[in-house]
């Protein structure tokens, strides 16, 4: 008999890869949701969760406390859960501030969702309201971290990201969690096998009528016309809409030879194993 | 242990064993009723688990009528109304002061029947104006401006304590300091007492010709929320949906309204009927806004 209940799954990715699609998709199969602005599968990073959970405000604390505390309420969480799904897009660290980075004894699985390189570095282009370029150059860069200027109010905790390799090799290397790698294309073009995989990976129980609910539920057309209806809050504000594009290699009628080189050279290795090859 | 430390805040007479930054800094010399003495006390006993008639609880706190406790890892705090005891023990003094003048007085509030609104409360055009919302809403920054700019006084910056006092809902005013991020620091040139700590980039600030020790009645009301849009829409609502939101400001409404939930019910109907209630959802990021919030409100004035 294990000591710790493992029910936490996480939903990793570098940002803007199909991470929101699978969260959307769980949380339907598991939660029977239906409304896109309120999931129950919280972001690691979401200051909102942290304080629903702890009842202070949390943003007077050094992060340092705020990660304690944020290891305590995730972890008495887990406990209480069969499955507790969580999102995260920092980086993979064994560490943070002298503590374990994640509730490690309490986690399941993780589900890491990759993109190739030359789409997620337009449609984050968009979400960051930089150019193209500018956004090649931060997908390269070791130590870019979102939401990191501490100097006014965050909605979200600064997220490490490193660079696009660095942060794939860090979840997929890891030994502390078992991991499963999900493309985003395979979830395009292979939509239901993909799922099942996902839902079989994290121990889900799932029949057919529950999981072509739920895939019917997260397509792309349905959650484009919900935040037409409702919005979504998670939303950038440089974005018109979240659910843009939903769609895989455009990015060979908008990226130049020389954005595709950059990106192909800083990535071969990977952008080789995961057959994204040009 | 002898109690040592003597504070005045929010509507209490404080007797500690511990001396606490906070109210250090926020002690005020008005003269209180003996009857909201409140001592808290330092103890090793934290598995002291016992408390009967539990109405809420959930895996930090148990609550009833006249006790609570709320324990985590680090922190724990026993408060027993009918000797106006509160017993605690911390291994982090920043988290257990976060607790302590955020929730925790919320609830003891609670106790001597108070109904404690997440706001900040201010003086402008002779009108007594609540600004409430949740944490990040911009309630501070909103504060200061008026401040600054229509030269408003205040009352409060966090936490309103609100009571039905002969049939009518009184606001009391609370602490003095303001918490400003630095970018609304430099933005009003705001003057710093400290740190909030010292390795977040949040500040007190304090104007004291401005603070007001007093109880008023609320005029006008404005709840605040974020969304993900551009500009800011503000509308009066009233019936049902006022109500709605209003238990929505509630500070820790889930406690609050389970188990004061008579009390809670009396004044928020009351206040609700008292005051016209407006509205505001606002950007996440202002940075592209037309006005800022504190000219949309002052229009409504």
Wanted: with cysteine; glycine share 2%.
């Amino acid at each position: 008999m294990t000591k710790y209940k493992k029910s936490i799954i996480w939903l990793a990715s570098y940002p803007k890869s199909g991470n929101t699609w699978v969260r959307i998709f769980l949380s339907r199969i598991l939660f029977k949701t239906n409304n896109i602005n309120n999931l129950n599968i919280p972001i690691y990073s979401s200051k909102t969760f942290l304080e629903e959970q702890a009842f202070i405000d949390i943003s007077e604390l050094p992060l340092e406390d705020i990660h304690s505390l944020r290891l305590e309420v995730y972890s008495e969480k887990a406990k209480y859960s069969d499955f507790f799904p969580i999102k995260i897009h920092d980086i993979f660290q064994k560490e943070l501030y002298n503590k374990p980075f994640l509730p490690f004894e309490y986690s399941k699985v993780v589900i890491y969702i990759i993109r190739n390189p030359f789409d997620v570095a337009i449609s984050f282009a968009k979400h960051l309201g930089k150019s193209i370029d500018e956004t090649i150059s931060i997908m390269n860069e070791t130590g870019y971290t979102l939401s990191k200027n501490t100097y006014k109010y965050q909605v979200q905790l600064p997220q490490p990201l490193g660079s696009w390799s660095n942060h794939v090799k860090s979840w997929t290397s890891q030994s502390l969690i078992p991991f499963f790698v999900v493309r985003y294309e395979d979830l395009l073009y292979n939509t239901k096998t993909t799922f099942e995989e996902i839902l079989k990976n994290c121990k889900i129980p799932y029949n057919s009528d529950t999981l072509t609910d739920a895939i019917n539920f997260s397509k792309f057309e349905n959650l484009k016309k919900l935040e037409q209806q409702y919005g979504f809050n998670e939303k950038s504000i440089h974005l018109d809409n979240f659910f843009n594009v939903g769609k895989a290699y455009y990015y060979k009628d908008i990226l130049t030879n020389s954005q595709i080189k950059k990106i192909y050279e800083s990535n071969k290795e990977l952008i080789i194993k995961y057959n994204y090859e040009l | 242990m002898e109690s040592s430390y003597i504070y005045k805040v929010f509507e209490f007479k404080i007797i500690s064993d511990i001396y606490i930054n906070r109210f250090s800094l926020s002690s005020t010399n008005k003269t209180l009723n003996t009857n909201n003495e409140l001592f808290i006390k330092y103890t090793n006993n934290v598995f002291d688990n016992n408390i009967s008639n539990i109405i809420y609880q959930d895996k930090l706190i148990k609550i009833s009528k006249d006790a609570f406790i709320l324990k985590q890892n680090n922190i724990f705090f026993k408060y027993i109304n009918e000797i106006k005891t509160l017993y605690v023990n911390f291994k982090e003094n920043n988290i257990f002061e976060q607790y302590l003048t955020g929730p925790i007085i919320a609830l003891i509030g609670a106790y001597k029947g108070y109904t404690p609104l997440h706001s900040s409360a201010l003086r402008l055009k002779n009108k007594n104006i609540l600004i409430l919302g949740n944490s990040g809403a911009g309630k501070s920054t909103i504060l200061y401006e008026f401040i600054k700019k229509y030269s408003a006084v205040y009352y409060s910056d966090d936490i309103v304590y609100t009571k039905n006092i002969n049939n009518q809902i009184i606001a009391f005013s609370s602490f003095p300091e303001i918490k400003l991020w630095h970018d609304s620091v430099k933005k009003f040139d705001a003057k710093i007492i400290n740190k909030v700590h010292y390795k977040v980039n949040k500040y007190f600030v304090k104007d004291d010709n401005k603070f007001l020790t007093a109880t008023f009645i609320p005029d006008i009301l404005f709840i605040i929320e974020l969304f993900n849009i551009t500009e800011p829409v503000v509308e009066e609502i009233s019936g049902g949906e006022k109500m709605l939101k209003l238990f929505n400001c509630l500070y820790r409404q889930k406690w609050i309204n389970t188990v004061f939930s008579e009390q809670t019910f009396i004044t928020l109907s009351k206040l609700s009927n008292q005051t016209k209630v407006f509205n505001i959802k606002r950007p996440i990021y202002d940075k592209h806004m037309q006005k800022s919030l504190s000219e949309i409100i002052y229009q409504k004035l």
